[in-house]
């Protein structure tokens, strides 16, 4: 379970890896120098560069570029950590909340934990006839959180490994041309979408099937996190010039965090997934 919880916990540093790529196929800063990933169809003029791009390296362009980081920290520290200790803990103080109004609150169900507050929405006293309503609402509510964002994840993985691969693998960079990404993303795409549905039918041969699907998922996002910081490391470290380099405690949080999640992942895997199918 913690497991599972970090790996969720974690999603936010893959969304922002799937972000850089937004930014950098709609062409902003130097995402203009180093192209998009094609669409299906059409899109044959449009490449994108194995190793990207680096502007100039002038001392305006240094002073530039330490202004901007100026407000990615300013973004980070005043808007992104606010809205995510308010979007962790609203949820977790409806829970609380509401939750000891369910009859199922204490009884051993093991489908129970998801359903305790909307059910204790619905049998709140202090609502009274609205209580339906209310707890409607709150159903609707969580669908319009959920759906865009599963829609959005199903994108994501498929553009965080084409990213992956694309410079990562020598391989792919020495045979695929520019505009050939869009074979890599779409062939990943294909097998997620394939896979998922494998998945889903293998989970329902076990008993506790939504808990063990949930926290399986969970814990295979701790080894996306766990490559995708090693990436990053290694874009960094190799592919920029040395002034744009992060500096040493940059470069340790990094590979801190790569080591955290790929041995989290191991245990995981070894000490609890494993053994389910066996």
């Known amino acids: 379970t913690l497991g599972a919880f970090a790996g969720y916990a974690g999603g936010g540093g893959l969304a922002n890896s799937a972000y ?6 709609k062409g902003w800063g130097m995402g203009s120098q180093v192209g998009a990933i094609p669409s299906a169809m059409g899109g044959h003029s449009i490449t994108l560069s194995h190793i990207g791009a680096v502007f100039p390296i002038t001392a305006d362009n240094l002073r530039r570029w330490r202004g901007w980081w100026k ?11 606010p809205g995510c200790f308010m979007g962790m803990a609203l949820p977790a103080l409806l829970s609380i909340g509401f939750a000891a109004n369910s009859p199922m609150f204490g009884k051993q169900i093991l ?3 998801p359903l305790l507050a909307a ?4 049998h709140t006293p202090a609502f009274g006839s609205w209580a339906p309503f209310v707890w409607g609402a709150c159903l609707f509510t969580g669908l319009m959180v959920f759906l865009p964002s599963q829609m959005a994840i199903v994108d994501d993985f498929a553009r965080r490994w084409t990213d992956i ?3 990562g693998s020598r391989r792919i960079r020495s045979r695929l041309q520019g505009n050939q990404a869009r074979q890599v993303y779409y062939s990943i795409l294909l097998l997620y ?15 506790d099937a939504p ?11 701790n080894v996306s996190l766990a490559v995708t910081a090693f990436h990053i490391l290694w874009i960094n470290c190799r592919l920029l010039p040395p002034e744009l380099r992060p500096r040493w405690y940059s470069r340790l949080g990094i590979a801190s965090c790569g080591v955290f999640y790929a041995g989290l992942s191991v245990l995981i895997f070894w000490t609890k997934i494993l053994p389910l199918f066996r």
């Open 193 to 207: 979408v394939v896979w998922t549905i494998i998945v889903a039918a293998l989970f329902l041969r076990f008993p």
């Open 119 to 122: 059910d204790g929405i619905l």
């Open 111 to 113: 489908y129970s934990q």
């Open 165 to 167: 691969l694309w410079s």
């Open 71 to 81: 407000y990615i920290l300013s973004d980070q520290l005043m808007v992104w950590v």
């Open 20 to 25: 850089g790529n937004f930014v950098r196929d």
């Open 211 to 221: 808990k063990t699907m949930v926290t399986v998922i969970a814990n295979v996002n």
